[in-house]
Structure formats: C-alpha cells, structure tokens
C-alpha cells in the first residue's frame, strides 16, 4: 500500500512539473511543443532549459493535459499471451523488439514465431 501512496505523489508531483513547464502526457508519451518523449524526466530536462533561456516565451495557449497510462485491455492481453508478447513502460516486446503498437508487434510475431 506504501508504494501505491508513493507512486500516486510522483504522479501529482510529475504532473505539476508537466503543467508548470508546457508539457502534456497522452497515456504514451510525454510533449513539449513539437518534441516528444518516452521518459518523463527527459521532456522536463529540454523543457525547463528552454524556459531557462534568455527571451523564452511561454506558450499563451497552452493548456494542460495529462492521461492516465495507457495498459492493454482484456482482449489485448489475450492476443499478448497467444504470441508470446510483452508489455513494459507503454511498449510491447517482442523477438528482443520494441514497438509501440500491439498490432506491429502481432503481425512481426504472427510471421517469426517462437522467437
């Protein structure tokens, strides 16, 4: 229960971060303006040395936003199992591949089994 507790701060605390430095969370990845990123830490490094810099404008239009974490469905999980496939950090591995759509990871799966 503990960890729940500290995982659930880290989030509000991320997402504090996220909404102070212009950088939004769609479930997958993390952006600030044109630039995305798998690792959360990552957008906010770029971001707060853009803010940092001399003449920097923040975007007036900005507007923060922040999904939940996108995890497979019933089904997904279901097709995962049949092909051996698996689901870490909002990405499917696969044969020591990584992707980010189940269905690319099912097609390559489906045409190179027991990999």
Not at 1 to 19: G, I, N, P
Not at 93 to 105: H, K, S, V, W
Request: proline share 3%.
């Amino acid at each position: 229960m503990e960890s729940t507790r500290a995982t659930s701060a880290k989030q509000e605390s991320d997402e504090s971060l996220a909404a102070q430095y212009e950088i939004s969370f769609d479930g997958r990845r993390y952006e600030f303006r044109q630039h995305h990123y798998d690792v959360f830490r990552d957008a906010l490094h770029y971001s707060v040395a853009e803010h940092a810099k001399s003449g920097f404008l923040g975007d007036d239009a900005f507007q923060p936003s922040w999904a939940a974490a996108y995890q497979p469905t019933d089904e997904d999980e279901s097709m995962m199992k049949l092909h051996g496939i698996a689901f870490t950090d909002g990405h499917f591995f696969y044969g020591g591949y990584r992707y980010d759509q189940l269905r690319d990871a099912i097609a390559f799966a489906a045409d190179h089994p027991n990999l």
